[in-house]
């Protein structure tokens, strides 16, 4: 979970995921919504795919990136239980 918090600790990250969200799309298409430079994208890009929130697929010389939706819903009701946010409040009979 440290590498997932890690990743989603980046507000760039947080915004490629959302992007991805969306549809997948190349590592170009992301960069152009950035004004990083490739190196410190690809950092980016590797940060979340260790946290394995992205997977790369290479064709030819581009790279599309996929959002592991599965992995990222997973880690954030971990999140919400760890603090107990979103538990559902006691019913209370009425009277």
Known sequence: MNLIYR???DPTRRRILELLRDSDKTAG??????????PTMSKHF???KDADLIQG???GTSITYTLNVS???EAMISLMNQFQLGASAPVREES
């Open 7 to 9: 990743a989603l600790s």
């Open 29 to 38: 298409e992301l960069g152009q919504q950035f004004s990083h430079t490739a």
């Open 46 to 48: 590797s940060v979340l």
């Open 57 to 59: 697929h290479k064709s």
């Open 71 to 73: 992995l990222l819903e």
